[in-house]
DNA sequence: ATGCCTCAGCTCCTGAGA
């Protein structure tokens, strides 16, 4: 099962990129691509619209069963799967959020959590407040989830790098927003519930990023993150074959300014 | 340089993103 990520930054936008990319095969650029077949389950973050305005049938006619939770303006998730989604859940029950960030659903007896973690802004402001209380919620409910469904991916845009390998210049970078130490203890934490992070399991070249900003020609230089993330649950590891980074849609004309990440179960 | 792009919306500026 393939399984992928991508921030699209308005579906209304990159739809026909979206579309595009699930009808290519996002693995042929990879030499070590054992097959050549499409994305079984894509994720996807900040739609940016509302429910009434999603493009269900353009998913449909495309034959992917789709699964919603969406705003107005901003956030707003997907999950777009080949497969029929089960026990679609919005959110992070019990914790009262107005933004629609997370959804869950479940593939081929596989638990599916696609999420939207907040930006945060900068350490000390509101929405850094409102980033570490999203976090803890998030890991409460993990960790139980964990224990109803132990197969599980959770896959988005983290918006937090693991280490200085993630940083295009993590000296000039070290304490700022997605460099913090108190985002990578939350994100360490969801790692110590019994997750791998997909991408470190394998060799990858350095300088390996999934955003760049738009400004200043980011892309070309590389001076990008690695914020987007796959996490396999334990029980799910054994079966984890590889996990890359499909740089091509940031070459897109008008392209979002993240990229997939895709991960592959035997 | 609280900027540089890009996107949505109570759209010709502002807020947010990361």
């Given amino acids: 099962m393939r399984l992928a990520t991508w921030n699209v930054n308005s579906l209304g936008v990159r739809l026909p990129q979206v579309l595009e990319w699930l009808s290519s095969d996002p693995l042929a650029s990879d030499p070590s691509t054992p097959s050549h077949t499409g994305v079984d389950v894509l994720a996807i973050q900040e739609t940016k619209t509302t429910d009434d305005k999603f493009p269900l049938n353009e998913f449909i006619d495309a034959g992917f069963h789709v699964a919603f939770h969406g705003q107005k303006t901003y956030n ?69 989830e964990l224990i109803v469904t132990p197969k599980m991916v959770l896959m988005g845009d983290f918006n937090i790098t693991f280490d200085a390998r993630d940083v295009w210049d993590p000296v000039a970078l070290e304490g700022t927003i997605h460099c913090t130490e108190e985002e990578r203890i939350h994100l360490r934490g969801l790692i110590d519930l019994g997750f791998t992070d997909a991408f470190r399991e394998f060799d990858q070249t350095e300088k390996n990023y999934s955003w760049w900003d738009y400004r200043e020609f980011a892309f070309k230089r590389n001076r990008g993150l690695r914020i987007d993330h796959i996490l396999v649950s334990d029980q799910l590891r054994p079966s984890l074959t590889q996990c890359v980074i499909d740089k091509r849609p940031r070459k897109n004309e008008r392209p979002s300014d993240h990229t997939p990440v895709i991960a592959n179960l035997s």
């Fill in 76 to 144: 707003g998730v997907a999950l777009v799967s080949k497969h029929p989604l089960e026990n679609i859940v919005k959110n992070i029950p019990g914790f009262e959020d107005e933004m629609a960030r997370v959804i869950s659903a479940t593939v081929n007896g596989v638990r599916i959590i696609g999420a939207y973690f907040p930006n945060g802004q900068g350490p000390g402001s509101d929405k850094f407040e409102y980033k570490m209380r999203w976090l803890k919620a998030l890991h409460d409910w993990i960790r139980s």
